[in-house]
């Protein structure tokens, strides 16, 4: 995982596990090659080496039973950059994003001599944060995570083609014998670089600034682990662009770079300032940021929720993008897999109807796999795969053939098969609406029927017709002008 050196990153899942790539792998297995290479030492790689998620299938993990796949492609053997998963709460959008977590290869370190051979296996214990029993849904039976990976390329060149790499993770069940590990010998593919994004999104007490000193995925699986502190983090960006030192420029492009983002991202902010005091309390002097809004200068922690949860994960990404690749000219440009739960979580319609579209251009070589529950994020996700987890018996499948909504109203988005609700109506007006449906395809209207009927438009009122308050208007215009002509010409109104 991106941020680990040697044994401090999650190499694999906790307990027994046989971890195999492709048929090269399973070949050298069956040749009595399993066992751990010794490792010979050279120099890390340089320069980005763009490792993505071409698909994931899942078997008897949790809510998924029978084999299930989770399609991150575009169709055609190149990954796609955004994949926004549906589905109602408990049907599995979370243990995905775990899985995804679980199936990368290690990544062994940048900044220290690496092994020529990149060992990617579960061999014993290990510090990835869920024990792999939690993960299976029989305990009898073995359960079976696939992922397969796209290399050699990023995401901005339309033109280049990936090669494919597939890793097989076994969780042996508790009535099964536990497998020895199988080592991976292809260096690009432990160069795979993945953050991982919680529903708990909150800013803690330290930065962490030294690389490898926190685990990149782990608020996917704890929601009591914070993020890095933006404030704190700024600071020290801050405190290093003003230090003579050979580093003092680079600092401050990082500072920089960081801060133009955040102005960028977040409505209503027109500027940044980092202070060594903020005055907020002569007698104790304390460093800190403030955001230049309509109402005035902010401090961070006076913002809203919804500002300081984006602002924790944003800052934590490009932090943690600006030490994976330090020498970069702009390290917000570099590959990366991102998962995020429940991007919309706490951002007004607004921010959601544009959030995408921003990443996109900010990272450009970031895959983005996220869950939302809101249609506008699907609305926004205009060239992204849409997929829906349906609960169908006692397991989950997998829809990856959600229709196409790029034209779709809120209202239709709801009412289609990715949200399944049953009208965009209040809910008080479901049986009102069903039962004046049930009266409108009758062929002929008794008297009773026309008396009921004048009940149920009375309690229903007006139903709007149009997207907009002037569209609304127009149409309440046609209508009467309609129940007009038809008095008029005899007919009844």
């Given amino acids: 995982m991106c941020g680990s050196t040697g044994t401090g990153g999650p190499p694999g899942l906790h307990g027994r596990g046989n971890w195999a790539i492709g048929d090269r792998m399973a070949a050298k297995k069956a040749a009595g090659g399993g066992a751990r290479p010794r490792a010979t030492r050279k120099e890390g790689p340089k320069g980005a080496r763009a490792v993505y998620f071409l698909s994931l299938t899942l078997e008897n993990v949790r809510c998924f039973g029978p084999a299930q796949t989770l399609d991150l492609s ?25 899985a995804l977590a679980g199936s990368a290869p290690e990544e062994t ?30 305990k009898e039976m073995a359960a079976r995570i696939n992922g397969r990976f796209g290399l050699g390329a990023v995401l901005s060149n339309a033109s280049a083609e990936f090669r494919q790499y597939d890793l097989h993770v076994l969780l042996e069940g508790e009535g099964e014998e536990g497998k020895s590990g199988n080592c ?35 608020t996917l699986f704890r929601d009591d682990i914070p993020l890095r502190n933006a404030e704190e983090w700024l600071l020290q960006a801050d405190y290093a662009s003003s230090k003579p030192s050979p580093h003092r420029e680079r600092a401050r ?24 005091d903020l005055g907020d309390n002569p007698a104790r002097p304390r460093p800190g940021i403030r955001l230049k809004t309509p109402y005035g200068w902010v401090p961070l922690h006076g913002l809203s929720l919804g500002y300081k949860t984006l602002i924790a994960w944003m800052v934590d990404l490009a932090s943690r993008l600006h030490e994976r690749y330090a020498e970069s000219e702009n390290p917000l440009a570099e590959p990366a897999v991102v998962l995020v739960d ?91 609406l069903a039962e004046r449906r049930k009266l409108l395809t009758k062929p002929r209207l008794s008297a009773a029927d026309r008396r009921a009927l004048e009940r149920i438009e009375q309690e229903i009122g007006e139903l709007p017709t149009g997207e907009t308050p002037e569209q609304m208007e127009a149409m309440d215009i046609i209508a009467r002008a309609a129940r007009s002509l038809k008095k008029a010409s005899g007919g009844a109104a």
């Fill in 342 to 432: 429940e991007i919309d979580l706490h951002l007004h319609p607004a921010w959601q109807r544009t959030l995408l579209d921003y990443l996109s251009r900010r990272f450009p070589n970031v895959q983005f796999i996220v869950t939302a529950h809101s249609p506008l994020v699907v609305q926004a996700a205009t060239d992204a795969n849409v997929v829906v987890l349906r609960r169908e018996g006692d397991h989950v499948v997998i829809d990856n053939g959600a229709a196409a909504v790029r034209s779709w109203r809120i209202d239709q988005i709801l009412t289609s098969d990715l949200f399944g609700l049953p009208s965009a109506r209040p809910p008080v007006l479901d049986p009102l």
């Fill in 74 to 98: 575009d169709g055609e053997g190149r990954p796609r950059q955004w994949t926004v998963i549906l589905g109602n709460n408990g049907v599995g959008k979370t243990t995905l994003l775990q």
């Fill in 184 to 218: 991976v010998d292809d260096l690009e593919l432990a160069t795979f670089c993945c953050f991982g994004y919680g529903a708990t999104r909150r800013m803690g007490a330290s930065a962490l600034s030294e690389p490898g000193a926190d685990n990149p995925i782990l």
């Fill in 109 to 138: 370190g940048f900044n220290h001599p690496v092994p020529s051979r990149s060992v990617i296996c579960s061999l014993g214990e290990s510090s990835f944060p869920v024990d792999s029993h939690e993960l299976l849904r029989s």
């Fill in 253 to 276: 492009a990082r500072r920089d770079a960081v801060r133009s983002m955040l102005i960028d991202l977040l409505p209503d902010v027109d500027d940044i300032e980092i202070l060594a």
